[in-house]
């Protein structure tokens, strides 16, 4: 189970990935909150992608490549260009290091999000997990 990323392919494997993962459930059985993953173009990424996940104690209830943000109101916007968004998969940038640095701008609750911080880790174990290849 993996596959390139960015691509439809990519967030299919990790939604399967969250569901199939007995110690991202127990480690996220709390956890309440959609997001939406914003990646800005950078380096060969030459337009804008937005990565729909709806994320409910340990499962992926949905994961959808979406045009736009539109009206989705998720609890969490993460964006970060194409660059940083790599190098959190690849394991070259720790992604709490990349949120304190602004190389990953958060929008929502970072008091929850700090009080999770267990489930953002596991949850970026599993996307690394399914990164077979970087496009």
């Known amino acids: 189970m993996g596959a390139k990323f ?3 392919e990519w967030l299919q494997s990790l939604a ?4 199939s993962d007995a110690r ?7 956890w309440e909150g959609d997001m939406i993953i914003v990646v800005q173009p950078a380096g060969i990424l030459k337009e804008q992608l937005y990565f729909y996940l709806d ?5 992926c209830r949905k994961a959808e490549m979406l045009p736009s943000t539109g009206d989705h109101k998720p609890a ?9 968004i790599t190098r959190i998969l690849t394991g070259t940038l720790d992604p709490m290091q990349a949120m304190m ?17 267990p489930v953002v880790l596991d949850f970026v174990r599993c996307a690394r997990e399914v990164t077979t290849e970087i496009l």
């Open 6 to 8: 960015p691509s439809p």
């Open 16 to 19: 399967e990935k969250l569901n």
């Open 24 to 30: 991202y459930a127990e480690i996220a059985k709390k």
């Open 55 to 59: 994320l409910w104690h340990g499962t």
């Open 76 to 84: 969490f916007l993460l964006t970060a260009n194409y660059e940083n």
């Open 101 to 117: 640095t602004r190389k990953l701008l958060v929008q929502g609750s970072m008091a929850y999000m700090m009080r999770n911080v």
